[in-house]
T-cell receptor
Framework: DVKVTQSSRYLVKRTGEKVFLECVQD?????MFWYRQDPGLGLRLIYFSYDVKMKEKGDIPEGYSVSREKKERFSLILESASTNQTSMYLC??????????????FGDGTRLSIL | AQKVTQAQTEISVVEKEDVTLDCVYE???????LFWYKQPPSGELVFLIRRNSFDEQNEISGRYSWNFQKSTSSFNFTITASQVVDSAVYFC????????????FGAGTRLAVHP
């Protein structure tokens, strides 16, 4: 089974802090994604990566950056956390080699609160 | 524009009732893929099913069934004889023919099944 592991289930940080959310997958997937989930809005794509050191902006990249130094790890960075970034963050991965219809596999999510 | 609409925000049923979750999508692509995910209270999104645009066969898996109709751009999900364990948020998602396996999610439908 694919395992996508997010480093924290719950995280509380203060406004202005630099925040790192880590995600690791164990299936050698090329594609990795970061979403945020807010009530009534579903999941919105922040950034994604299709290879090591490659990154692409999603629909809501403002205030975030990412890092993909190793294939299995994809980090989301809040450069200067603000209260409107309080949300549930979900990481996902998928295989590129197996074709376009492959599902994304998700981690358990990190519920981040910015005070 | 690509879009997924789940018009039902919340549905509440009593155990053993049948329930249908609606999903309507918009895309100009001729090749696309549709997915359903379940998010139980634990938070992890669980992949349920995928459908290719060129395969309109309906599918049944135990108590779950899916009705894909290109004529109405709908991909509805029915749970027969619902159980308390079906309580979750359900997301419909669309992947179009471009690269990188990006998914567009609906806002989700929260299903509550009461004993």
């Amino acid at each position: 089974d694919v395992k996508v592991t997010q480093s924290s289930r719950y995280l509380v940080k203060r406004t202005g802090e630099k925040v790192f959310l880590e995600c690791v997958q164990d299936m050698d997937h090329e594609n990795m994604f970061w979403y945020r989930q807010d009530p009534g809005l579903g999941l919105r794509l922040i950034y994604f990566s299709y290879d090591v050191k490659m990154k692409e902006k999603g629909d809501i990249p403002e205030g975030y950056s990412v890092s993909r130094e190793k294939k299995e790890r994809f980090s989301l960075i809040l450069e200067s956390a603000s209260t409107n970034q309080t949300s549930m963050y979900l990481c996902a991965s998928s295989s590129k080699r197996q074709g376009r219809n492959q599902p994304q596999h998700f981690g358990d999510g990190t519920r981040l609160s910015i005070l | 524009a690509q879009k997924v609409t789940q018009a039902q925000t919340e549905i509440s049923v009593v155990e053993k009732e049948d329930v249908t979750l609606d999903c309507v999508y918009e895309t100009r692509d001729t090749t696309y893929y549709l997915f359903w995910y379940k998010q139980p209270p634990s938070g992890e999104l669980v992949f349920l099913i995928r459908r290719n645009s060129f395969d309109e066969q309906n599918e049944i898996s135990g108590r779950y069934s899916w009705n894909f109709q290109k004529s109405t751009s709908s991909f509805n999900f029915t749970i027969t004889a619902s159980q308390v364990v079906d309580s979750a948020v359900y997301f419909c998602a669309l992947r179009c023919g471009g690269g990188y396996n990006k998914l567009i999610f609906g806002a989700g439908t929260r299903l509550a099944v009461h004993p």
